[in-house]
């Protein structure tokens, strides 16, 4: 019967026996089955599973296995909310445990995070309030990018943080901070976007600094740094592995 | 009203510190919770690889009844009628099939439970499914395979009933020592799964290596001939195998042949608690690392 059968049937696929979206909405793993848990191609069962979690206001993992014509399997798992990597928990905490590539939990309330792109938090300049569905920036939006030095002091074994410089897709300059998760020393390579290294990168637009530099703002502050020339002896250590990008 | 340069203005907001994401995994007693919490979608991730395996067939499942039948009656009769070992009185296959379903609980839960975290990479890699699940997980196509050999020994029990008019399988409380074996077996197999499973998902070596260590592990193990017919070195090494007491417990309990030695379980006992206690510990901890430095490199299956 139609009208038992869960809602979103426009779009061709739809979960059957009385299951619902929220049932799975648990924080387990759920196997579902074709024409058992639901109907139509499995791949419009994940369009729709992402739509439910939008909806749901939660985050959610999820792989498609077709065996056969009669095995097929959608895999989900909900989480409390989605990130990108490096976006700060819901509650305010800046502190995540990643368990695995797609999944973690917020070291402060314990929340289970899906994790989706790499996150570029809102500068001063920018618009306020971050939205926690906006397109993060990554380094391969930007022009003219030249990784001028990396801060020895801020890097550890696990991390390693450069400064770099650009130009934003909407034409601004700005300098970044840019942080590569390690893994054994080494970089790891970016899982969406090819001859990239993962990273969380961190904008900021140089215009405003200047126009401050300019109009004195930075003088009434002993401890800020003059621009000074820089010197040969500034340049960028040779030999130092400079990423990709 | 005229806004004076020098009245105090609401500053920005302080830049926030960047965000810590660090790489972790779950402490063995979360592990074990969340093991627990999600027990229902273990036969799920476990049936996964016959239904997989199966996919491809056109017998479909005849095999998981074939497969078992040929290789373990077919070895049965051969390796009776070549070597003629001593079976205490019973006739050979039944002697062979009541040691072998003691081995086999361990044998096939080990050695999926090795496989596991490639053979369920696809799963794992997109979903966070609880690390000791994975290898457990193994043990439900084991489960079957291990069902298929008892299922052939109460068949051939009733053919020699039928045959000889004599039946081999003994009704007793003693027969519970059996199941209490298959379990031991289980424990023994998991134990041994969570080191080897881990380290294979970090070098496949492992499971390489692994074949040759059970084929080696069986001749140690009174499963094709008794305890007491095993040379002297390999009876002093087998003092210290982990999996006699089970084997010898279901011979005992089914056929009233075993030598059960409470040293031997006290080995047994010994084994599953330091090996698989510290496995499930490497396992919780260690794994989900091993998988993330395998990521991308050997997976051909389409990932979206």
């Not at chain 2, 077919?74 to 079976?87: E, W």
């Not at chain 2, 380290?199 to 305890?227: Q, S």
Request: hydrophobic share 45%; proline share 7%.
């Amino acid at each position: 019967m139609e009208a038992s059968l869960d809602p979103e049937p426009e779009s061709g696929s739809r979960l059957i026996g009385g299951l619902k979206w929220e049932d799975l909405a648990d924080g387990k793993v759920h196997r579902l089955k074709k024409n058992k848990h639901f109907a139509g191609p499995v791949r419009a069962i994940l369009s729709q599973c992402d739509t439910a979690a939008a909806r749901l206001d939660r985050g959610v993992l999820m792989v498609r296995e077709e065996f056969s014509r009669d095995y097929q399997y959608l895999w989900v798992q909900f989480t409390d909310q989605q990130l990108a990597v490096g976006e700060p928990c819901r509650c305010g905490g800046r502190s995540q445990t990643r368990l695995h590539e797609k999944f973690g939990r917020c070291d402060v309330c314990g929340a289970s995070i899906a994790y989706r792109g790499t996150y570029v938090p809102e500068t001063a300049d920018g618009a306020p309030g971050a939205s926690r569905r906006r397109t993060a920036k990554h380094l391969s939006e930007y022009q003219e990018l030249e990784f001028v030095t990396r801060d020895h002091e801020e890097s550890t074994p696990e991390e390693d943080v450069w400064y770099a410089r650009g130009v934003d897709p909407t034409g601004r300059r700005v300098f970044l901070i840019v942080r590569f998760p390690l893994r054994n020393g080494h970089r790891i390579p970016d899982p969406v976007v090819p001859g990239f290294d993962a990273h969380v990168a961190f904008r900021f637009r140089v215009d405003p600094f200047v126009r401050a530099g300019e109009l004195g703002v930075l003088d009434v502050w002993d401890d800020v740094l003059r621009l000074t020339r820089r010197t040969d002896g500034d340049a960028p250590e040779p030999g130092t592995d400079a990423p990709r990008g | 009203m005229t806004t004076s340069v020098h009245e105090p203005q609401v500053p920005p907001t302080a830049a926030a510190p960047p965000v810590d994401v660090h790489w972790g995994s779950d402490s063995l007693g979360f592990a074990i919770g969340d093991l627990w919490r999600q027990r229902s979608l273990l036969p799920r991730v476990g049936i996964r690889v016959m239904i997989k395996g199966l996919a491809g067939t056109m017998l479909g499942p005849f095999w998981i009844v074939a497969a078992p039948i040929v290789s373990l009656v077919g070895f049965g009769f051969l390796f009776g009628s070549i070597a003629k070992p001593p079976s205490h009185g019973v006739p050979y296959l039944i002697f062979m099939l009541a040691g072998a379903l003691g081995w086999s609980a361990f044998e096939r839960v080990s050695f999926w439970g090795t496989r596991s975290f490639d053979v369920y990479r696809r799963i794992i890699r997109n979903v966070n499914v609880p690390s000791l699940m994975v290898p457990i997980a193994g043990s439900v196509i084991a489960a079957v395979e291990v069902a298929m050999t008892l299922v052939i020994l109460l068949g051939t029990l009733l053919v020699y009933w039928v045959i000889d008019g004599h039946l081999y399988l003994r009704f007793s409380p003693a027969l519970l020592l059996a199941p209490v074996g298959l379990v031991l077996s289980v424990l023994v197999g998991w134990s041994v799964a969570f080191w080897t499973g881990s380290l294979n998902a970090r070098a496949r070596d492992v499971r390489l290596v692994f074949r040759w260590v059970l084929l080696i592990w069986l001749y140690v193990t009174p499963v094709l001939y008794p305890l007491s017919s095993l040379p002297e070195a390999i009876a002093a090494l087998a003092r210290f195998n982990p999996v006699v007491a089970p084997v010898e417990m279901v011979k005992e309990g089914f056929l009233n042949i075993g030598i059960v030695e409470l040293d031997r379980l006290a080995v047994t006992v010994g084994f599953i608690l330091f090996v698989g206690g510290t496995g499930a510990w490497f396992c919780t901890r260690k794994a989900p690392g091993f998988i993330r430095s395998r990521m991308g490199l050997d997976d051909d299956e389409e990932d979206f």
